[in-house]
């Protein structure tokens, strides 16, 4: 178990494996809030899009730019996190963006092979001076599409990525190159357990043909010296305010709280309740 924000002794084999994985960084009782709030979610739902994965299958999740005051943005603005990311960064970071990806049971998608910073060097973003955190929501096994890495992969520098189906991937070539040379782990997870990994690290994830969901969230963070040089649909430097851990539960309740002001009848007023149907318009 590793509680944070995590200290550099524990983040001591990020440089050479270009991941650390944190068990139980996030309780029962937290990562429980996030999963109801998520699945319960229609908006979440409402903004997810899909993406056909190259194999047949397609990936779905829902992507945001800035943390927001709700349930999520709690999570990304976590010292355990956000700390985290700036002890890994060596600077002050800013939220680059969240993703909630919704890998169902029986038709959840495969991620191909690619590094994060494949995708993002296009946006003006100069160095791989970013990092992603995968919060699982749902257990990620073998059975259900768990993340897949090439250990040390981020030190091959940023591979060149190529459309497969709606997804760009890393240069097939050069992933079976490094597949040879290099272990691969799958990363499988409890909810509530964090990867930090490193832009440059190569993952990929298969279909989930199994019977449970793996609902991941994933916040990405970039270093303030690291500001795009240009706009793209990612924000340039945005401070960001972090907030204790405990805001995570106090935002739940909240929540809670709000969902049930949906204009609950106390029993007292409840006229049907005595007969009085007639009084009620
Ligand atoms: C991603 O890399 O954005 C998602 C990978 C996964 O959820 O398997
Ligand atoms: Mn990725």
């Not at 397609?58 to 999570?75: A, E, Q, T």
């Not at 919704?102 to 910073?117: F, I, L, N, S, T």
């Not at 992603?132 to 749902?138: M, R």
């Not at 991941?216 to 793209?232: G, M, T, W």
């Amino acid at each position: 178990m590793a509680r944070g924000p995590l200290t550099a002794a524990f983040l001591a084999s990020y440089p050479q494996d270009g991941y650390v994985l944190a068990r139980g960084l996030f309780d029962g009782r937290e990562v429980g809030a996030l999963r109801r709030a998520a699945k319960e979610d229609k908006a979440l739902d409402d903004h997810s899009f899909g993406r056909a994965d190259g194999e047949g299958g397609v990936v779905r999740l829902s992507l945001w730019n800035h943390p927001g005051d709700g349930i999520y943005g709690m999570f990304a603005r976590c010292r355990s996190v956000v700390d985290t990311c700036e002890l890994l960064l060596e600077d002050e970071v800013y939220h680059y963006h969240s993703k909630m990806i919704m890998k169902e049971a029986r038709v959840g998608g495969a991620w191909a092979w690619h590094q994060d910073y494949g995708y993002w060097y296009q946006n003006g973003v100069l160095a791989p001076d970013l990092v992603s955190v995968f919060i699982a929501v749902d257990p990620a096994t073998r059975e259900n599409g768990c993340l897949q890495v090439l250990q040390g992969s981020h030190r091959c520098g940023r591979v060149d990525h190529v459309l497969t189906g709606d997804q760009a991937g890393a240069d097939p070539e050069r992933v079976a190159e490094i597949a040879k040379r290099l272990p691969l782990v799958h990363v499988e997870m409890e909810p509530g357990d964090a990867l930090f990994f490193h832009p440059n690290l190569l993952h990929r994830s298969d279909q989930n043909r199994s019977e449970s969901p793996r609902w991941s969230l994933i916040c990405c963070y970039n270093a303030k010296r690291n500001d795009p040089y240009k706009e793209s649909h990612h924000p340039r430097y945005t401070p960001l305010a972090k907030v204790e851990d405990s805001a995570i539960l106090a935002a739940a309740e909240k929540r809670f709280a709000e969902a049930g002001n949906v204009g609950w009848l106390d029993p007292g007023r409840d006229a049907s309740a005595r007969g009085l149907d007639k009084e009620r318009g």
